[in-house]
């Protein structure tokens, strides 16, 4: 009985002192990734650079029939054009 309580209590002591352990690695292993992480990220973009700025580059023809590059079309969804024409096109749904 004693030892069963001795080993549980060295368990305890043992387990105790690999959590600490544990986190402290985990800390060391996150602090080192950051770096890594930022690092490719940024290497990541980098890459992308040139197809994002091609992409935004790319022409089209908005619902409301004006012409953009993709840029911009988050900007002129906000525009009184397409606004306009959002408002004209919901009068011809029928809400129910
Ligand atoms: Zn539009």
Same mark, same amino acid.
């Given at each position: 009985?004693?030892?069963?309580?001795?080993?549980?209590? /060295?368990?305890k002591k043992w387990y105790l002192k690999n959590k600490e352990k544990k986190l402290e690695k985990s800390k060391e292993h996150y602090e080192e990734n950051k770096d890594k992480r930022r690092e490719q990220q940024k290497i990541n973009y980098e890459k992308?650079?040139?197809?994002?700025?091609?992409?935004n580059r790319e022409k089209i023809i908005c619902e409301c029939g004006k012409s953009l590059t993709l840029g911009s079309l988050i900007r002129h969804k906000k525009t009184n054009?397409?606004?306009?024409? /959002?408002s004209k096109n919901l009068k011809n749904y029928i809400f129910v």
């Open positions: 009985m004693v030892d069963k309580v001795k080993k549980a209590e /060295q368990y992308n650079k040139d197809e994002i700025k091609k992409k054009k397409h606004l306009n024409f /959002q």
